[in-house]
C-alpha cells in the first residue's frame, strides 16, 4: 500500500469536468486506489463516490493506492492534482 498527501490546488475542486480527468487517469493503472478526504474514503474510479466527497480548493485530501502499481499511481495522480488539472492554462 502506499500513500500519500496532496493540496488540491486549482480554484473550484473536483467538479465533475477535473474528476473525469482523474478518473481517467486512475483507470491507466491495475491497483486499487481510493481518495479520502477526513474520514471518508471512496473508489477514485468511481464518479460519483468523488464527486459526493465535496471536494473544493485548498482541501487535503489523501490518496491510497493498493496494486502491482501503487506507487507509480499515486505519484501520477499527486502530479495530476498539483497541476491543478492544467484549468489555469485556460
Request: proline content about 1%; cysteine-free; aromatic content about 6%.
Amino acid at each position: 500500500m502506499f500513500v500519500k498527501d496532496v493540496m488540491v490546488q486549482n480554484q473550484v475542486g473536483l467538479h465533475a469536468r477535473p474528476a473525469t480527468f482523474f478518473i481517467q487517469k486512475a483507470n491507466e493503472y491495475k491497483s486499487s486506489i481510493w481518495i479520502e478526504k477526513e474520514e471518508r474514503r471512496v473508489n477514485a474510479k468511481s464518479l460519483l463516490g468523488i464527486l459526493s466527497l465535496g471536494i473544493v480548493g485548498g482541501t487535503a485530501i489523501r490518496i491510497i493506492a493498493d496494486g502491482v502499481d501503487e506507487q507509480a499511481a499515486v505519484e501520477g495522480l499527486v502530479e495530476l492534482v498539483e497541476s491543478g488539472f492544467s484549468e489555469e492554462a485556460r
